[in-house]
Nanobody, 121 residues
Framework: QVQLVESGGGLVQPGGSLRLSCAAS????????MGWYRQAPGKERELVAR???????NYADPVKGRFTISRDNAKNTVYLQTNSLKPDDTAVYYCNAYVYSRGISYGMDYWGRGTLVTVSS
C-alpha cells in the first residue's frame, strides 16, 4: 500500500507564493513520473506540472514561468513552488505518482487527497 500526503496549501493574497509538498510512503520500490493537478470549483481536474524521475519537467500553459516543480528521489517527495499567484489559481491541488511497489512487477497510479489553495485579497 502506498500513500501520498500533500501539505502547504492555504490562503494567500494575489501576487503571493506558496510551496506545496507531497510525500509518498509505504511499500515503494521506485517512483517514475510525479505530478501536480488541480481542480477548481465547477471545473474538471487539470494538469499543472509533471516531472520525470530524471528531472524532465512539463507545465500547463497557465502556470509557465510562475510555478516550478521539483522532486527529491531519496525522500520520495515532490514539490510545487507557486509564485505570482492569481485568483484563477484557486483550486484543490492533488499530487500524483506512478509507483512500483516492492514485490509487484507492474506500476500503479496513486493520488493524494488534495490541499486547498485559495488566492484572494
Amino acid at each position: 500500500q502506498v500513500q501520498l500526503v500533500e501539505s502547504g496549501g492555504g490562503l494567500v493574497q494575489p501576487g503571493g507564493s506558496l510551496r506545496l509538498s507531497c510525500a509518498a510512503s509505504g511499500s515503494i520500490f521506485s517512483i517514475n513520473d510525479m505530478g501536480w493537478y488541480r481542480q477548481a470549483p465547477g471545473k474538471e481536474r487539470e494538469l499543472v506540472a509533471r516531472i520525470s524521475r530524471g528531472g524532465t519537467t512539463n507545465y500547463a500553459d497557465p502556470v509557465k514561468g510562475r510555478f516550478t516543480i521539483s522532486r527529491d528521489n531519496a525522500k520520495n517527495t515532490v514539490y510545487l513552488q507557486t509564485n505570482s499567484l492569481k485568483p484563477d489559481d484557486t483550486a484543490v491541488y492533488y499530487c500524483n505518482a506512478y509507483v512500483y511497489s516492492r514485490g509487484i512487477s507492474y506500476g500503479m497510479d496513486y493520488w493524494g487527497r488534495g490541499t486547498l489553495v485559495t488566492v484572494s485579497s
